[in-house]
């Protein structure tokens, strides 16, 4: 089954707790982005990669990290967690035709920074 | 940079009757993508408009794209309580500009339906 896995699905840390969220697509999709989701802000993108080794800022990628050593996986890395880090984090896929097409969204990752 | 506007940020509509949401950018975009979020769901991918003043339809929904590629509508018609949820629009940039690569999403027109 096609899809973008993210784990873990919740999540309750402590500030300054180094964390990582996984994101991993079985669909061989160049593209991958990571995502926050708060009230009455819509989607707002924090890094996304055009494909392997490639990465590149969104719109809020302060307090964020990201890598792509391979094509499946774009982990999320937040080096010192804070509380205005909580949120809803989605990560997506798809493919490049010039530029991003349809994003797969996996599930979604509910953090609380506390 | 590019913003993206959507418009309404609520709206409230009763089953069987139309609504239209509209999405705005602040600069030409390359295609236009629409997603629908469930409560408590994912967003999903409805569809994507290419071509200047391209028109879609899907079923009950109509989707336009504006002649400048810097707008464009989600026209609902007679709402079921199966359409409720948030409705995103989100494109990239134009290949001529540096953040081609960078998807912006509205903030998304919340729907809800009354029986």
């Known amino acids: 089954e096609a899809q973008v896995t993210q784990n873990p699905r919740y999540l309750i840390t402590v500030t300054g707790k180094k964390l990582t969220v996984t994101c991993s697509q079985n669909m061989n999709h160049e593209y991958m982005s990571w995502y926050r989701q708060d009230p009455g802000l819509g989607l707002r993108q924090i890094y996304y990669s055009m494909n392997v080794e490639v990465t590149d800022k969104g719109d809020v990628p302060e307090g964020y990290k990201v890598s792509r050593k391979e094509k499946r996986n774009f982990p999320l890395i937040l080096e010192s967690p804070s509380p205005n880090q909580t949120s809803l984090y989605f990560c997506?896929?798809?493919?490049?035709?010039?530029?991003?097409?349809?994003?797969?969204f996996g599930p979604g990752t509910r953090l609380t920074v506390t | 940079g590019q913003q993206v506007m959507q418009i309404p940020q609520y709206q409230h509509v009763q089953e069987g009757e139309d609504f239209t949401t509209y999405c705005n950018s602040s600069?030409?975009?390359?295609?236009i993508q629409w997603y629908k979020q469930r409560p408590g769901g994912h967003p999903v991918f409805l569809i994507q408009l290419v071509k200047s003043g391209e028109v879609k339809k899907q079923k009950r929904l109509t989707f336009q794209f504006g002649e400048a590629k810097k707008n464009s509508s989600l026209h609902i018609t007679a709402t079921q309580t199966t359409d409720v949820g948030t409705y995103f629009c989100a494109g990239p940039e134009e290949m001529t500009t540096d953040s081609w690569g960078k998807l912006q999403f509205g903030a998304g027109t919340q729907v809800v339906v009354t029986p």
């Open positions: 600069t030409t975009l390359s295609n």
């Open positions: 997506a896929s798809s493919f490049v035709s010039g530029t991003p097409g349809e994003q797969y």
